[in-house]
């Protein structure tokens, strides 16, 4: 079993539209994450929920929403999809919030046309 | 200044020498120190972490630890072509374990 999946793995749509990216992690982790990271490689975290709380919340336009119905999943809907938000987005997980190790799932790639 | 910064590189070493890996960061207060490693399309995948000055080492990879220098480097030993990657530097010092990422250094070995 994968410890932390994310689905769809692709995902191309076009400008204006709105789309949900789907995260679970069978670890127990309490904290889970999302990444961006962006044509030059660039990793940067989004958001962080720990145990379905909000805990980080960068600089994200608000048509980035994310969701935690319990800690072991984590959604992220985009409204209104631009071209800049063309990127890979990674969820990842780590036992709580505390400077843990992180763990990666396989990344979903977003285009947006 | 960037936050954690490292050189992208590409670096590149023979098969079978040491490749040295840097990673400068900015915050003193950082407490966390992780290497990624990332191959291309791939996701992140932890190959060392530090928490504590000095050097840990892990089969063939070294990570150092030097926070009066706010310096982190991760050697690895005998390098292989199936080492060729980009490796994140990343670091975490507050309590909501939010990582900041180096850009990535890329490092080719050749046969």
């Known amino acids: 079993d994968t410890a932390v999946s994310q689905t769809p793995k692709y995902l191309v749509t076009q400008m204006g539209n709105d789309k949900s990216i789907k995260c679970e992690q069978n670890?127990?982790?309490?904290?889970m994450y999302w990444y961006k990271q962006d044509s030059k490689k660039f990793l940067k975290i989004m958001f962080s929920y720990n145990n379905k709380e909000l805990i980080i919340n960068e600089t994200v336009p608000n048509r980035f929403s994310p969701k935690s119905p319990d800690k072991a999943h984590l959604n992220l809907h985009i409204n209104s999809l631009e071209l800049g938000d063309s990127a890979v987005y990674f969820c990842a997980s780590s036992q709580n919030r505390g400077g843990n190790i992180q763990y990666f799932g396989a990344g979903t790639r977003l285009s947006v046309l | 200044q960037k936050e954690v910064e490292q050189n992208s590189g590409p670096l590149s070493v023979p098969e079978g020498a040491i490749a040295s890996l840097n990673c400068t960061y900015s915050?003193?207060?950082?407490?966390?120190f992780f290497w990624y490693r990332q191959y291309s399309g791939k996701s992140p995948e932890l190959i060392m972490f530090?928490?504590?000055?000095g050097d840990k080492e892990d089969g063939r990879f070294t990570a150092q630890l030097n926070k009066a220098s706010q310096y982190v480097s991760l050697l690895i030993r005998d390098s292989q072509p199936s080492d060729s990657a980009t490796y994140l530097c990343a670091v975490s010092s507050s309590n909501t374990g939010k990582l900041i990422f180096g850009q990535g250094t890329t490092l080719q070995v050749k046969p």
């Open positions: 670890l127990g982790h309490d904290t």
């Open positions: 915050d003193r207060g950082s407490q966390s």
């Open positions: 530090i928490y504590s000055n």
